[in-house]
């Protein structure tokens, strides 16, 4: 469980790169070091120096990014778990409560946590904000658990985490001494949850929520199901909180499915709210009510993608594969053309990176070699062809390495 990561290469021949064009990388202490383009009639030769992998024109992009992953809740290295239908929010918290304690007793969180971050740096998933139940019927321990799998996993992944009031932020007594905790012992956000449909009080809860992220200088993560114009008129309350507390770049919704059921006014209206306040939008692209990303996109709302639930008490889906969840999104949103695959692609790299604040991220000289090369040659046919990773590296070590032969990915 403890095993490390290689060392990786120092020369990667032929890539193509996300615009299009073929370059060797060299890779020096963790960091992409030289860029060249790839020389005109140059061949294949057959023999290669020790350290050089050759991707014969292989798409190389930056390490893929999770957006909203909740690694306390996976039961993934746990025996398979039927799922239980429940009518409605509350009783599906009550039923999962019951669920974890019995998958628990079997496989604890922190392994469970630990397996399914492994999946995600297997499949080039080099960034993951992770939602961390934080309640009275588990305290800290989840945190705890996650943190410490966080340390297992560091030099494959880097995880982010936002204390998440599972059971509400006002409705049960402590959460907000809770959460005020759950900052001090390591989560970087503070979460919420639908505001007015969970608590019944909106203002109460971003008054805590908003509170704790001032005291704490931590980031903002807030799950809103609300639909319709209630639920717009949370997301204006949230922007009009982001602005007052100069937070903007540092808050998200997630899912907002609200934003796919407004006529064209009131949406055009929310998102040029969330716009100007600098409120990102999580998708993970769900069978109804998805946010109209193209539409967002165009009115400047920064949409990025996640996982969300990975075989849990929520659905037994989801197999951690960022690449596939692009492609679920533009199914969903009938991305068709090249330049909204393109976009499709952007909301699980460069949009979900600047979402999650992540620094130096990208394919350029000096930034980290946090990088994944798929068995595509464009990035439109790597989000519709459900393709291989071949090579997965972070901070220039290797994660996962078939191009020498099928291997197991680090353990």
Same mark, same amino acid.
């Given at each position: 469980m403890s095993a490390r990561p290689t060392p990786g290469p120092h020369l990667l021949l032929d890539a193509t790169l996300p615009d299009g064009t073929r370059a060797d990388l060299r890779i020096s202490d963790g960091r992409i070091a030289g860029l060249a383009p790839v020389p005109p009639g140059r061949e294949r030769t057959a023999a290669l120096a020790p350290g050089e992998l050759a991707?014969?024109?292989?798409? *190389?992009?930056?390490?893929?990014?999770?957006?909203?992953?909740?690694?306390?809740?996976?039961?993934?290295?746990?025996?398979?778990?039927?799922?239980?239908?429940?009518?409605?929010?509350?009783?599906?918290?009550?039923?999962?409560?019951?669920?974890?304690?019995?998958?628990?007793?079997?496989?604890?969180?922190?392994?469970?946590?630990?397996?399914?971050?492994?999946?995600?740096?297997?499949?080039?998933?080099?960034?993951?904000?992770?939602?961390?139940?934080?309640?009275?019927?588990?305290?800290?321990?989840? *945190?705890?658990?996650? *943190?410490?799998?966080?340390?297992?996993?560091?030099?494959?992944i880097e995880v982010q985490l936002v204390a998440f009031p599972q059971s509400g932020v006002v409705a049960e007594p402590g959460v907000p001494e809770l959460l005020d905790a759950a900052l001090r012992e390591?989560?970087?956000?503070?979460?919420? *949850?639908?505001?007015?449909?969970?608590?019944?009080?909106?203002?109460?809860?971003?008054?805590?929520?908003?509170?704790?992220? @001032?005291?704490?200088?931590?980031?903002?993560?807030?799950?809103?199901?609300?639909?319709?114009p209630q639920g717009a008129a949370q997301l204006r309350a949230i922007a009009a909180r982001t602005a007052a507390l100069g937070l903007g770049g540092r808050v998200a919704v997630s899912h907002a499915y609200c934003l796919g059921q407004l006529e064209d006014r009131e949406l055009d209206r929310t998102a040029q709210a969330l716009a100007r306040a600098g409120v990102a939008v999580l998708t993970n692209g769900p069978a109804r009510s998805m946010p109209p990303v193209l539409r967002l996109h165009e009115l400047g709302?920064?949409?990025?993608?996640?996982?969300?639930?990975?075989?849990?008490?929520?659905?037994?889906?989801?197999?951690?594969?960022?690449? @596939?969840?692009?492609?679920?999104?533009?199914?969903?949103? @009938?991305?068709?053309?090249?330049?909204?695959?393109?976009?499709?692609?952007?909301?699980?790299?460069?949009?979900?990176?600047?979402?999650?604040?992540?620094? @130096?991220?990208?394919?350029?000289?000096?930034?980290?070699?946090?990088?994944?090369?798929?068995?595509?040659?464009?990035?439109?046919?790597a989000v519709a062809a459900h393709p291989e990773r071949l090579l997965v590296l972070h901070r220039g070590r290797t994660v996962l390495d078939r191009l020498n032969g099928p291997t197991a990915p680090a353990r």
């Open positions: 991707l014969d024109g292989a798409l *190389l992009l930056p390490a893929l990014v999770d957006g909203h992953a909740h690694l306390d809740k996976t039961f993934l290295g746990a025996p398979w778990q039927p799922h239980r239908a429940t009518a409605n929010l509350r009783e599906q918290i009550a039923s999962e409560r019951t669920l974890r304690r019995e998958v628990a007793a079997r496989v604890p969180v922190v392994d469970r946590a630990e397996a399914l971050a492994r999946r995600m740096a297997a499949l080039g998933t080099g960034f993951v904000r992770s939602h961390v139940d934080v309640d009275p019927d588990t305290g800290l321990d989840h *945190l705890y658990a996650v *943190l410490e799998a966080r340390e297992r996993v560091r030099e494959l390591g989560a970087e956000l503070v979460g919420g *949850l639908d505001p007015f449909g969970f608590d019944g009080d909106v203002d109460g809860q971003l008054d805590v929520v908003f509170g704790l992220a @001032e005291r704490h200088g931590a980031g903002v993560d807030i799950h809103l199901h609300d639909g319709g709302v920064l949409v990025f993608a996640g996982s969300d639930n990975i075989r849990d008490a929520w659905w037994p889906y989801g197999t951690a594969d960022m690449l @596939e969840r692009t492609t679920i999104i533009g199914l969903q949103a @009938e991305l068709m053309t090249n330049q909204e695959l393109q976009l499709a692609a952007g909301l699980a790299t460069a949009d979900a990176a600047r979402a999650l604040g992540v620094a @130096e991220y990208g394919i350029a000289v000096g930034r980290p070699a946090n990088l994944v090369a798929i068995a595509a040659h464009s990035v439109p046919e």
